[in-house]
């Protein structure tokens, strides 16, 4: 038997969310709103698609990645998981150690702005809490 300490990246939302138990706690769960952003490195997708689906009010998934560029890069991913961007550098640390410490956090879109070839997505950040 392994009496050993089991760390987990998981927060216990998400642990919960797609499982019976999250039928019963999901009543409980609010969206405490930190901050608003924007989606950056979107001209760098190799899947620009993902930009065609997209609407305001999409709730978005934030996933922590190993990065040798940036040490608290936080992906912004679709429903579909697909990768739309990362949650800007100057913005991501503090974003970045809350995720650490198992804090379940999402974003949603504000707004979508095309301008020529590019496009601006504005997102909330908010904390996902029971």
Known sequence: MDNGLEVR???????????D?????KPLVKDIHLFDSYVAGTT???DKSVLEDIEVGDVLMLQREDNKFDSNAILILDGQKRKLGYVPEKDNIVF???MDAGKLLKAKITKIEKKGSFTQISVGIYLVDF
């Open 9 to 19: 990246k998981e927060g216990v939302v998400s642990l919960v969310e797609n499982h």
């Open 21 to 25: 138990l999250g039928d019963i706690i």
């Open 44 to 46: 760098h997708l190799s």
């Open 96 to 98: 970045a150690r809350l």
